[in-house]
């Protein structure tokens, strides 16, 4: 049985932003001494040709440095061979992205369907290796799998949140690009185009992978063998896991966030976003002894997507389909008044297989806190796109309450937010979003004439929420529909099972346990998502006898293969925990 050591330095009650999933002692070791000890074993096992293959965000150059420095050390003269070197020209990359990027539009493409093949030319990559000796040759870079014949493979890896850290500093850049862009620029592609093409790159070669690493730190990186990296992922697809959470600053975000989670950086202006879990982006963090690595979530659900949503693995397949975050306005203010497309829309014009349905979770909220949520009776569209257009042109403020409908939110209330309608949190909410995973797709309506952390006004999306909005959805709607009743579906001694709420356009539902001890529960083939909204900490024991803590505030998943699991109170107060899984 692994205890919750995980969660040592964490006192109970207080949010961990540093989640790990503890595995054997030694199986994660640390620098480029020992990476190139891996290398030297393979050599005297034989192997002469060793792809070091991995993701954009690697800062490469001083990998493949500090690399050659730690070989030459033990005896090795490795030959070098960059896969930059055999990429296409940037031009006719950008040709065979170009309906991928969406031409003028700042934020939208199209999810790029192609491999990371295309943008190299793999007949100079591989005419260029057969030049090198018949000494060891490292083949670096993304693409250095696509050689083919190789004897070792490595794979790099850095998590989503330093990429982006590392493309403000414009320390890397896009596939094939010779030099780095704006931001937004970067990222958009990245979304579209460069991390679909490398992510079905990374699910083909995990089965081949010999060792991983987390390239993060780039002084020290973090390794760990294919084999036990790979075991750790089953032992998590079949018991329980957190994602490493990760805080942005956004012009509408709060306070909330940033006094009760210890360890965020105290000078940041405010948290607007917690990314609990939101696949594409998150990490998986696993603790060996004093070493930690971080790989991506997305590895886990290529290696045992079956296990973890069980009779939703058909319908979803690699894709992880629920994302819980945080969007705190509590001190802040308002989001965007904004709507979401309807599927076909996202699926015609993004190339996404599901649309961001979502549900607001108030977890806490100041007296007089709202949520704008569908349209006030009788609402005139015309008149109501007359003003957006007329605001978004001459700079004045509307009265968004004459057109948009809004409700008192408090704590435990849940409100449902299916495509389609018009929505937004008021200030002074401290929201748990729960829902589909999906998360770019935001068309702003209007923005209440604030700016951005940078200073420039954000783009509206106006036309297309023309496109998607359901003005039917007006006052009587949304109390019927979207402001769901809570109901109790089973009960005991000191404990209940709440129904909190869901919708017909929804794939998934919410629930909530509620107890003053514990309480059990059986997945029941499906995927429970979770987060602890009142109480002090709850213990989990899985039914293979792992048991982890998990603090007021935080979000951790029970896979669908772990059967049946137990949450038991930690501390003197009554708990509450949230609970979603696909209907």
């Given at each position: 049985m692994l205890s919750d050591k995980v969660h040592a330095h964490t006192p109970p009650g207080v949010y961990d932003i540093t989640p790990t999933f503890p595995v054997p002692e030694g199986q994660v070791a640390a620098g480029y001494d020992?990476?190139?000890?891996?290398?030297?074993?393979?050599?005297?096992?034989?192997?002469?040709?060793?792809?070091?293959?991995?993701?954009?965000?690697v800062l490469w150059a001083?990998?493949?440095e500090y690399l050659d420095e730690a070989l030459r050390r033990i005896g090795l003269e490795p030959q070098w061979y960059d896969t930059a070197e055999s990429f296409l020209p940037e031009e006719l990359i950008l040709e065979e992205i170009r309906p991928s990027l969406g031409g003028n539009d700042p934020l939208f493409g199209q999810l790029y369907r192609g491999d990371l093949s295309d943008f190299l030319d793999v007949g100079v990559l591989q005419s260029q290796t057969e030049l090198l000796g018949d000494d060891l040759k490292i083949l670096y870079g993304p693409g250095a799998a696509l050689v083919g014949a190789f004897d070792f493979l490595i794979y790099a890896d850095v998590p989503k949140d330093e990429i982006q850290r590392r493309m403000r500093g414009k320390t890397v850049s896009n596939l094939g690009a010779t030099s780095p862009a704006d931001f937004?620029?970067?990222?958009?592609?990245?979304?579209?185009?460069?991390?679909?093409?490398?992510?079905?790159?990374?699910?083909?070669?995990?089965?081949?992978?010999?060792?991983?690493?987390?390239?993060?730190?780039?002084?020290?990186?973090?390794?760990i063998s294919g084999e036990h990296l790979r075991s750790s992922l089953d032992a998590?697809?079949?018991?329980?896991?957190?994602?490493?959470?990760?805080?942005?600053?956004?012009?509408?975000?709060?306070?909330?966030?940033?006094?009760?989670f210890p360890g965020l950086a105290p000078d940041a202006p405010n948290y607007a976003w917690s990314y609990e879990l939101i696949a594409p982006e998150n990490g998986l963090v696993v603790e060996s002894g004093r070493e930690r690595l971080e790989c991506s979530f997305d590895l886990l659900m290529y290696q045992c997507h079956r296990e973890v949503l069980g009779r939703a693995a058909e319908r979803f397949g690699h894709d992880f389909p629920i994302r819980f975050d945080y969007l705190d306005t509590s001190g802040g203010g308002n989001l965007s008044i904004q709507v979401h497309p309807r599927p076909e829309y996202i699926r015609e014009r993004f190339g996404e297989p599901f649309t961001q349905d979502e549900s607001y979770y108030i977890v806490t909220s100041k007296p007089g806190a709202r949520v704008y949520l569908g349209f006030r009776d009788g609402v005139d569209p015309d008149e109501f796109r007359h003003e957006v257009e007329r605001s978004q042109r001459e700079g004045v403020i509307i009265d968004v309450d004459s057109f948009v409908n809004s409700v008192q939110s408090g704590s435990h209330d849940l409100f449902l937010i299916p495509h389609g309608t018009i929505h937004g949190s008021g200030a002074d909410n401290l929201v748990l979003e729960i829902s589909a995973t999906p998360y770019i797709y935001t068309f702003k309506i209007y923005d209440w004439m604030r700016r951005d952390l940078e200073g420039k006004l954000r783009p509206l999306n106006i036309e297309r929420a023309w496109e998607n909005l359901y003005f039917e959805r007006q006052e009587d709607y949304v109390r019927e529909y979207l402001c769901p009743k809570p109901r109790v579906l089973r009960e005991g001694p000191g404990w209940?099972?709440?129904?909190?709420?869901?919708?017909?356009?929804?794939?998934?539902?919410?629930?909530?346990?509620?107890?003053?001890?514990?309480?059990t529960a059986e997945t029941c083939g499906s995927c429970h998502m979770l987060n602890?909204?009142?109480?002090?900490a709850v213990r989990l024991e899985t039914a293979d006898g792992r048991q982890a803590r998990f603090n007021f505030g935080e979000t951790f998943v029970i896979p669908a293969a772990a059967g049946g699991y137990r949450l038991s109170r930690v501390g003197d107060r009554p708990v509450k925990v949230v609970m979603a899984c696909v209907k």
């Open positions: 020992r990476l190139a000890e891996v290398i030297k074993a393979a050599v005297q096992n034989g192997a002469q040709r060793v792809a070091l293959d991995g993701f954009s965000g001083v990998l493949q937004d620029v970067m990222y958009k592609r990245a979304y579209f185009v460069d991390w679909p093409a490398l992510n079905r790159h990374k699910a083909r070669l995990l089965p081949d992978i010999d060792w991983l690493v987390d390239a993060q730190d780039p002084e020290r990186p973090t390794l998590m697809a079949s018991s329980y896991f957190r994602v490493r959470p990760w805080f942005l600053p956004g012009p509408w975000g709060g306070q909330w966030m940033k006094e009760h209940r099972e709440v129904f909190v709420g869901t919708h017909e356009d929804l794939f998934y539902v919410v629930h909530r346990y509620e107890f003053d001890q514990e309480i602890v909204v009142e109480g002090l």
